[in-house]
C-alpha cells in the first residue's frame, strides 16, 4: 500500500483506457456510454462537425480535428485501444462530393493512424459498412463476399480496411473492422438516439412525415423484393455498440485481425418498417412512391454467423417493432426538448 496522502498509483493500470474518434455522433455517443458503464476510462476525439457537443461528458470531450495528426499524438500516450467511428456517412453526399469522402474519411484515418504509430497504440475497432459489397449477389452475406462498393462512401471504407491489413503485417496493429448494416433506434431511457442533420435515414424520416403530413418518399416498389421495397438488415444501435465492446474485449485478449459483418441477420422490407412505425405509433403515415434512389441495393443483410460465433455477440433489443418503440421514443423527447424555449 502506498503511504496516505501519496498521489494515485498511475503504472499496473487494470482499467483499459479507450480514445474513441467520433464520439459526439451517433453510435460513438452511445458506445461511449456504454464502456463507461463498464468501467472503461474514455477519451472522446470530435470536431464536432457533424457530432453533438451534449452527446459526451464535457471533461471526456477533445474538439480536434482527425487530420491534426500533432494534436492527436499526445491524446493517445496510454492508450490501450481506439475506436474509430469518425467518418462522414452519407452514400448520396458521397456520390456528389467523392473528395470530401476521401479527405475526410481516409486521409482522417491515416493521421489518426500515423498518431497511433507515434503513441505505440497497437489496437483499433473500425467502423466499416456493408457498403463494401456494391450490389451482392448473395444473401444473407458472408464476410468474404466479392468487396465492389458503388459508392465513394463504401470506397473509403474499403480502402481503409486495406490499409489495416498492412498495418497489421508491417506495424502489428491488430484491428478489427465491424462491417454496419442499417444502424437504427435509441436508447431514450439514456437520451441517446438519431440526429442527422440533413436527415437521410428511413425511421426519422417516417416519424418525421408523421409529424408534419409531409409523405415521405418510398424510392423504388419494382425490386425483385416480396413488396417490391428494398430490403435492409436492421440492427438496434445499442447491440452494435455492444458488438464493438465485444471487439475490444477480443482484441484485449490477443486477437489476430479481422473483418465482421455487424446486423441483425434478418431482413425486412421498407413497406414492412412502416407498418411497424405505424403500430408503434397509432398512426398512418403518408407517403408516395417515388423512383428507385441511385445506387440502392434491392436486398442487404449479414450473415452475422462470424461475429455470434467468433465474438460471443448476439443481438438482444434488434427486434424490429422494440428499434421503432426505443427510436419513436427519443424522437418525441428530442421534438420536445426542441420546442422548450
Ligand atoms: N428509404 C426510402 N425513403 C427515404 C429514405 C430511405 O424509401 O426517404 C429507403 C431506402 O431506399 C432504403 C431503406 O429505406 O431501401 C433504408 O434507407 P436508409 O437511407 O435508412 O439506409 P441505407 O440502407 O441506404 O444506408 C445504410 C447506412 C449507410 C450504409 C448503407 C450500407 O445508413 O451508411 O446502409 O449499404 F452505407
Known amino acids: 500500500m502506498p503511504p496516505a496522502g501519496s498521489p494515485p498509483r498511475r503504472y499496473n493500470r487494470i482499467v483499459p483506457k479507450i480514445l474513441v474518434t467520433g464520439g459526439a455522433g451517433y453510435i460513438g455517443s452511445l458506445t461511449t456510454y456504454q464502456l463507461l458503464q463498464r468501467g472503461f476510462e474514455v477519451v472522446v476525439v470530435d470536431d464536432l462537425s457533424r457530432g453533438h457537443r451534449h ?31 469518425a467518418a462522414f456517412i452519407a452514400v448520396g453526399e458521397s456520390a456528389r462530393e467523392p473528395e470530401l469522402y476521401f479527405s475526410n474519411n481516409v486521409g482522417g484515418t491515416i493521421s489518426l493512424l500515423a498518431a497511433m504509430a507515434r503513441a505505440g ?3 483499433l475497432v473500425f467502423s466499416s459498412t456493408a457498403a463494401v459489397y456494391g450490389n451482392p449477389e448473395t444473401i444473407p452475406i458472408p464476410e468474404d463476399a466479392p468487396l465492389a462498393p458503388v459508392s465513394p462512401y463504401g ?3 474499403l480502402i481503409v480496411e486495406r490499409m489495416l491489413k498492412q498495418l497489421d503485417e508491417f506495424r502489428g496493429l491488430r484491428s478489427v473492422a465491424l462491417r454496419y448494416f442499417n444502424a437504427c433506434g435509441a436508447m431514450p431511457e439514456a437520451g441517446f438516439g438519431e440526429q442527422h442533420d440533413p436527415e437521410t435515414h428511413l425511421i ?3 416519424f418525421r412525415a408523421i409529424d408534419t403530413g409531409e409523405p415521405i418518399k418510398i424510392f423504388g416498389n419494382d425490386y425483385p423484393t416480396p413488396d417490391g421495397t428494398c430490403v435492409r438488415d436492421y ?5 452494435l455498440a455492444e458488438a464493438h465492446l465485444a471487439a475490444l474485449d477480443y482484441l484485449m485478449n490477443g486477437g489476430k485481425s479481422d473483418v465482421f459483418n455487424a446486423g441483425a441477420g434478418r431482413g425486412q422490407t421498407v413497406m414492412e418498417v412502416m407498418r411497424a412505425v405505424e403500430e408503434v405509433t397509432g398512426r ?6 417515388a423512383p428507385r434512389r441511385e445506387g440502392d441495393a434491392a436486398e442487404l443483410v449479414a450473415d452475422s454467423g462470424k461475429l455470434r460465433r467468433v465474438l460471443g455477440w448476439k443481438p438482444v433489443r434488434s427486434e424490429l417493432g422494440r428499434i421503432v418503440k426505443d427510436a419513436w421514443e427519443f424522437f418525441q423527447s428530442a421534438r420536445a426538448g426542441a420546442s422548450r424555449p
Request: proline letters at 10%.
Open 121 to 123: 497504440v497497437k489496437r
Open 55 to 85: 452527446n459526451v461528458p464535457p471533461d471526456l470531450l477533445r474538439v480536434v480535428h482527425l487530420q491534426e495528426t500533432a494534436a492527436l499524438a499526445p491524446l493517445l500516450i496510454g492508450v490501450d485501444a481506439v475506436v474509430h467511428f
Open 155 to 157: 470506397e473509403s471504407k
Open 204 to 206: 426519422p424520416l417516417l
Open 284 to 289: 398512418k403515415v403518408p407517403y408516395v412512391i
Open 235 to 239: 440492427i438496434h444501435v445499442s447491440d
